[in-house]
């Protein structure tokens, strides 16, 4: 069975970073792309980043400059390093993946449980 293992979370000052990490485990048979979206209190779940099987990003505008995603293909593993954090950075960030599972003719969404991110003086 397939699951997003995230880590990397926690309490950081202003200005301070922080490195996500979102490993699929599992039979997993391809990735069409993962990345990170975030949710804080009382707000809709944003987008953060986002990389492809081609290694093509996709970065949020709040994060530009300042986060950057990469991946490891051999891992299933991608990560999310967050540089200069401010605190409307905080929110739980999640990890999302569309794969294909071994004995899967097609692709499926899948989730992480969540991570917290505070950013707080």
């Known amino acids: 069975q397939v699951q997003l293992v995230e880590s990397g979370g926690g309490l950081v000052q202003p200005g301070g970073s922080l490195r996500l990490s979102c490993a699929a485990s599992g039979s997993v048979f391809s990735i069409v792309d993962m990345g990170w979206y975030r949710q804080a209190p009382g707000k809709q779940r944003e987008l953060v980043a986002s990389i492809d099987i081609s290694g093509n990003t996709n970065v949020a505008d709040s994060a530009k400059d300042r986060f950057t995603i990469s991946r490891d293909g051999a891992r299933n593993t991608v990560y999310l390093q967050m540089n200069s954090l401010k605190p409307e950075d905080t929110a739980v960030y999640y990890c999302?993946?569309?794969?294909?599972?071994?004995?899967?003719?097609?692709?499926?969404?899948?989730w992480g449980q969540g991570t917290q991110v505070t950013v707080s003086s």
């Open positions: 999302n993946a569309r794969l294909t599972p071994y004995g899967d003719n097609w692709y499926t969404e899948y």
